[in-house]
């Protein structure tokens, strides 16, 4: 009697069941008139449409299909450019934690790579900015010189301009190289820093080993 009592609940539940999962659909047409119907027909597709179960309650609602409008589609461009970028800058990062424990073992390891590279460039820049001011002195000496001659109404002979310029050349020149030695310099050392930072983390370390 219990087997037959079970058998009976469970056919009612799957009959229930199968009455619910008959849903119908309600809109209003370009005529203002209710239409319901068990499926949704092509012309209905700009219309907001309710879902319906089997007992003619709303169960969601089909928000009507539209164009989007020039700012609404700029915009959803924006947000699948962002998307795109966020994808490519996660996948950069994977390389880079790979790259980072596949090259280092310690933080240790880090520094001193940070320091062997800070160290190079610091003995070009010393030599770098020798060179500079025995430009900016020679430069100098040639602009004093040309300066007299003209103090004295005498002309600046070719020579000596053509030189003043190719000096004054080799002076930018080693100027902008020097700048540009401290500039990478402190980019190796802010990259180190963040190197480092990551190296951490990835181990599970918030302790400097430095």
Do not use: C
């Not at 003995?123 to 300066?147: M, P, T």
Request: charged share 35%; net charge neutral.
């Amino acid at each position: 009697m219990r087997q037959l009592l079970i058998l009976a609940a469970v056919a009612l539940a799957t009959a229930t069941f199968t009455v619910d999962a008959q849903q119908r659909y309600r809109w209003v047409d370009d005529n203002g008139s209710i239409r319901i119907s068990d499926r949704i027909p092509p012309s209905a597709t700009d219309k907001r449409i309710e879902v319906l179960n089997s007992r003619g309650m709303v169960v969601r609602v089909i928000e009507p299909k539209r164009e989007l409008t020039p700012e609404e589609e700029a915009a959803r461009e924006l947000e699948r450019a962002a998307a795109e970028q966020a994808k490519v800058a996660q996948a950069a990062q994977a390389r880079r934690d790979r790259m980072l424990l596949d090259t280092y073992t310690s933080v240790d390891d880090l520094v001193r790579s940070r320091d062997t590279r800070v160290s190079s460039l610091a003995a070009q820049i010393v030599v770098s900015r020798d060179a500079l001011e025995a430009h900016r002195s020679h430069l100098e000496e040639l602009e004093g010189n040309a300066a007299g001659l003209v103090k004295s109404g005498r002309a600046v002979p070719p020579a000596l301009a053509k030189k003043i310029e190719e000096t004054r050349e080799l002076f930018e020149s080693t100027r902008k190289f020097v700048e540009m030695r401290e500039k990478e310099q402190a980019d190796i050392r802010a990259q180190f820093e963040a190197d480092i930072a990551r190296f951490q983390a990835l181990r599970g370390s918030g302790l400097r080993e430095d």
